[in-house]
């Protein structure tokens, strides 16, 4: 099995930034793709950002140019730094990952919230 556990949210206010973390643990033989998630009250999950094992990147529109998603392999850790937030930024993130053990699987954490007060 594998756990990821995501951190760094909070309450902010709007133009305010936070650096969300999620550390994936268990067991792994190497992970591909990690992305962001978020899901806002009474809205569907939407992706904020993928990263490739080899750094690659892609965000959704609402988020270009204020979030920046980067990885640290050796620790299994993905980071989402939130710059420019707004309102509408408002949500529960969630982190994915998608593991290579023996197969291949892709697993969620339980999500951290984000709120900004404007």
């Known amino acids: 099995q594998v756990q990821l556990v995501e951190s760094g949210g909070g309450l902010v206010q709007a133009g305010g930034s936070l650096r969300l973390s999620c550390v994936a643990s268990?067991?792994?033989?190497?992970?591909?793709?990690m992305g962001w998630y978020r899901q806002a009250p009474g809205k569907q999950r939407e992706l904020v950002a993928t990263?490739?094992?080899?750094?690659?990147?892609n965000y959704a529109d609402s988020v270009k140019g204020r979030f920046t998603i980067s990885r640290d392999n050796a620790k299994n850790t993905v980071y989402l730094e939130m710059n420019g937030l707004k309102p509408e930024d408002t949500a529960v993130y969630c982190c994915?990952?998608?593991?290579?053990?023996?197969?291949?699987?892709?697993?969620w954490g339980r999500g951290t919230q984000v709120t900004v007060s404007s």
């Open positions: 268990g067991s792994i033989h190497s992970i591909n793709a």
């Open positions: 990263i490739t094992r080899g750094g690659t990147t």
């Open positions: 994915n990952a998608d593991v290579t053990y023996f197969g291949r699987r892709g697993y």
